[in-house]
Each structure stands twice: as C-alpha cells, then as structure tokens.
C-alpha cells in the first residue's frame, strides 16, 4: 500500500487554497496526499507587527516541527514568508510559476492611490509598503493591519480604514480579484523578495521526495526569486527592514530593482539599486542579488539597517 504524503500548512482560507493547489500537482503524479492543517504563532499574534514580534518565520517554525518530528513530509508557503536561511536540516526544494507579484489597492471608495484625499488613511503593516506609499503620497496616514485575507478585507467594510494595500496573488487565488481596484506598477511599489510565489520545504534527507518535487520547479520563477531573496540574505533583511527586491525577465536578460526604506523615519528617502544581467543559473541569480546589495551599502544602507 503506498504511503500518504502529508503536506503541512496553515489554516488560513489562503493557506489552504495553496496546499490544495500543490496537493492537486501531487496527486496526478500518483501520490497519495492530504493535508496536516496547523496554527503558527504568526496566526496567533495579531495585536503587534510582525517586526515586533520576530518577523515571517513565525508562520514556518510550527510547520517545520511537524516535518521534523515526522508528522508531515513538506510544507507550502508563502515564498515571501520564508526566512532567506532555512534552519539546519531543511530545504527548500521546489519554487512554483509566479501569480501576479504586484501590490494591490483595495478600497471601497477611491479607484486608485492618486483618488484619496489629503491625510487619508491607509492599512498596512508591511514596513516594505509603508516607506514606498510614504515615497509617492507624503500625506497619508498609515495604521497597522494585521490578520488573514478575509480579515483584512473585513476591516476595510467595517470602515475602519480609506484604502488598505494588499498582495494581488491572494486575491487572485481566492478569487476575490474584483476587490482590487487598482495594481501598482512594479516600479512604482516594488514587491518583497519571492512575492506571488509559492515555496515547498522538506527535510533535507527525503531524497525521494526532493526527486518528485523537482518536477514542480518553475526555472524562471526558481532563478528569480534566488537573485530577490540574495539581496535580502546578504543586507541581513528581515521584517524588521523595509527592503523590495522584485526580478523580471527580458528575453535572457533578468532585471532586479530594489529600494530601501528607513525603519523608524519612513519619510527618509528611498535608496534604489538596479542590476540587469543575462542569467543562467542559480549561482549568477544569486551573484546578481549581492550586486544589488552592494550598490545600496555604497548608497548609504549601513545607516538604514543599523536602525532595524
């Protein structure tokens, strides 16, 4: 009898929706799967910024138990939710084709960025979105918004904020697409690293299953995300640091553009850097992502990051 492969995940309605969307690739494959569904300490808080709290990774380290402990045999995420390092003994192993990777402007009122008026306020609590919006709308105010999709978006009908910014893939996957009003130019409001895609981790020692997933890599989402998420690694970034790292692909030619926000003067202005190069592979995706941070620590970045 073939053994069931679990897939750990959250249990939020988006979470789910991501586990489903792999348990699916899996299952015509011939494996048998089902879903482990867990609570993150991520979930739990949501009084505080993730900044506050020990960023992303409380949404992976429950996750990772379960693999360790042998209760599941991969987990989905977010890829934007993973941490750029991974504890010993796990891998990432598989990066799926990217879903739309731009923000998102939802509001009941205005059409877009431009339409709110004078002090308007806006939810958020991605340091990453707040310094941009700071950058294109000095006026605005920006409260915190924390919870899942549904709760968000529940908060903004409640009509306790003019407009809130969100991740266009989760709306797109939950099919909730009509919300969104406007989507903000990847130039304009520069995405996280890995935004949009969805990222799967074993143990390192499930050989067997490292082999299977690895049909499931998309090679240019793959070589992408290594160059965003190498800027990251190698300026220390963390949801402590408002960091943007989005890559996109002309012909051969990968374009990165980043920006650097500060964290406690968000109206400082943002330090910008723009690597292009042809890339074949992980290591010159990766090569490109450092590139990228040395140009911000040339343009002052040691300053930006010392207040993280």
């Known amino acids: 009898m073939q053994e069931k492969t679990l897939i750990a995940t959250r249990e939020s309605r988006l979470a789910l929706w991501q586990a489903e ?12 799967v089902d879903l482990l ?10 009084d505080r910024t993730l900044s506050k709290v020990g960023g992303k990774g409380l949404f992976v380290k429950e996750l990772e138990t379960a693999l360790e402990e042998g209760r599941a045999h991969l987990a989905v995420h977010s890829l934007k939710d993973v941490p750029m390092d991974l504890p010993p003994g796990f891998d990432l192993v598989a990066i799926l084709e990217r879903e739309d990777p731009r923000d998102a402007f939802v509001s009941n009122r205005y059409a877009s960025l431009d339409e ?35 709760t968000r978006l529940r908060k903004l009908d409640e ?10 893939a989760g709306l797109m996957r939950l099919g909730l697409a009509g919300r969104i009003r406007a989507r903000f130019d990847v130039q304009q409001m520069i995405p996280c690293a890995g935004q949009g895609a969805l ?10 299953l490292r082999a299977k997933l690895a049909t499931l890599i998309d090679k240019p989402t793959w070589l992408a995300t290594q160059a965003e998420r190498a800027v990251s690694r ?49 290591q010159a995706a990766r090569a490109m992502g450092t590139q990228a941070a040395d140009q911000l620590r040339a343009a002052g970045a040691a300053d930006y990051l010392s207040a993280a």
């Open 234 to 282: 190698a300026l220390g970034g963390s949801c402590s640091v408002p960091l943007a790292a989005h890559a996109v692909w002309q012909g051969q030619t990968l374009m990165l553009s980043t920006a650097l926000g500060h964290p406690e003067q968000t109206d400082k202005p943002l330090l910008r850097a723009n690597v292009a190069a042809v890339i074949a592979d992980e």
């Open 199 to 208: 990222g799967i981790e074993i143990r390192s020692d499930a050989a067997d």
């Open 159 to 168: 009509g306790g904020y003019d407009a809130i910014v969100l991740a266009a």
């Open 116 to 150: 709110l008026p004078q002090g308007a306020l806006v939810g958020t609590s991605s340091l990453r979105r707040v310094v941009q919006l700071k950058a294109l709308r000095p006026d605005l105010r920006i409260e915190p918004l924390r919870g899942n999709l549904d």
């Open 21 to 32: 969307h792999v348990r699916s690739l899996l299952q015509a494959m011939g494996l048998d």
């Open 37 to 46: 569904g867990m609570t993150t300490r991520g979930d739990q808080i949501l």
